[in-house]
């Protein structure tokens, strides 16, 4: 429980860092994420 907790923070410093430092690549996750919504 205590490791799924870590992984999660782990996992949501990334994306915070990555949204941060990378703006044009959370865009481009948003639109695959549209895209894949569109295919199923």
């Known amino acids: 429980m205590i490791f799924g907790i870590l992984y ?6 990334i994306v915070f860092y990555f949204s ?7 865009l481009r996750f948003l639109i695959l994420k549209l895209n894949l919504t569109f295919l199923f």
């Open 8 to 13: 999660f923070k782990f996992f949501y410093y």
């Open 20 to 26: 941060k430092s990378y703006t044009q690549m959370k």
